[in-house]
């Protein structure tokens, strides 16, 4: 069905998000949109799930007035979306989550659940899943969460289906799964509108790419007249340099960290690495090859079976919780916002500061002015606007507070940083900042261990890749060594691809 914005406009206080929006979205085709974070892209489709109601303008679908305000008038209407951050349910089973929210249609509770069973084991064989129905959400990985969210969207059969930044927690294997769906649904009549920072994925995908600045629209065209380049310019105003690797700029090869024999559950099994003072480590491996658990259990959020560690060749106690991991210098930036411990309500500026206030103190009393200075070089850092830091993170864009976690992880200094997806969400303008501050991390003497699912990503940042399968490394990379093709053909393991 054929999806009309028009003259839509949403204001937040003084955050014109949305600002005249005419769109026109053609049934039956997939429409991309794309934009910096902060642009007004997850607005535009919150405005058709019924979560936004604007201020002004009207949509309509298929020719009628669409509701505004309501998410299940939305829904009713044959709008199913999948948000940006996730909405699963985490103490609620894989099969609950799957069926939240649909009206009953048996009498029969009993007629129900076999009829949803029926369904569930459907859709995981249509998504290529093995998901146990009866598994709390909250024991599956990020990537799984997003499986059961697209779940959710295609059990009402709906006609319009919304995904905002769909892809940005699947591997590679996952994502070609997406795509065959979102391709299917199309052939079925299906409109599909979705959000993305992967403009290559853009353009794969899409008929029609439609770019937002600054909560208005840059320009709207069919797929065949984009080339990234061009998405690029409209997005930020201007060119970006092409991506190139990072020489090798470890210049010392101190050992900071070392990990010995570190087995945890059935997930890692007798792993051991080192990294040095100034280097960048990346961590290539598929979804469930055990990357999020090493960088957890580095951090102690995840307690080993057993592991040994060293810091700066000293033995010490593996981390029991995740503040003594901190305490020696360990940080983690986990690839699941809800559970970063950004507090909404507070200021971002608050929220950046809190990872060390001894910085900011003189005497024990937390300093104005070095307040100020602190939060505005640690946003300059990531390329947070300086704007932000005053308002409350809970009404950042998903990239925005992405960035926020990075500026606290900046002002923190940590010795050995963690990340997991750091680049998951953010704009192409904002990647390579992100990336110039992880370096500048580690030339202060840091070591950072990265974890993306984006070779490209790795391929720039690191010094040395290790790359994961199955709970074990099964190959390193070192500096021209890192090649994509390198990646990819060792990330499925000693028996090469399967699939
Ligand atoms: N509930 C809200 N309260 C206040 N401001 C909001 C709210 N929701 C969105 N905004 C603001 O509206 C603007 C547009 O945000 P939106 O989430 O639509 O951006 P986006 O294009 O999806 O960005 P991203 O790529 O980072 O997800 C931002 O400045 C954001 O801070
Ligand atoms: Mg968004």
Redesign the pocket.
Known sequence: MTIVFDGISKS??G?R?LDGIDLRVEAGTIHALV??????????L?VLAGR?TPDSGTVTVAERPHPFGSPRQAARAGVAAIY?ELSVVPTLTALENVFLGQERRRASVFEDRRRMREQYRALCARLDVAIAPAQPVAELSIGDQQMIEIMRALVGTPTAILL??PTAALGPRERSVLYRVVRELKADGVTIIF?S?NLDEVLDLADHATV?RD?RISESRPTAEWTKADLTRAMVGHSLSPAIRTEQRNTRPRELLAVENLTVGSKIQNLSLSLAEGEVVGIAGLVGSGRTTLLRALAGDTPPASGSMRLHGDPRRWPRSVREARRAGIALLTEDRKRSGLFAEATSSDNLLISNLGAVSRLGVVSGSRSVAASRSAATAVRLSEQ?LS?PVG??????QQKVLLARAVHFQPKVFLADEPNR?V?VGAKAEIAASLRGMAAQGSAILVVSSEFEDLYELCDRVLVMWRGTLVAELIGPEITIDAMVSKVFGPGGAVR
Do not use: I, P, Y
């Open positions: 937040f206080g955050t998000a934009g910096e974070n902060g642009a007004g892209k997850s607005t535009c919150g936004v940006q905002d930044e959000v920072h937002f909560g932000r308002s009404v950042l864009s998903g990239g925005n969400g704009d």
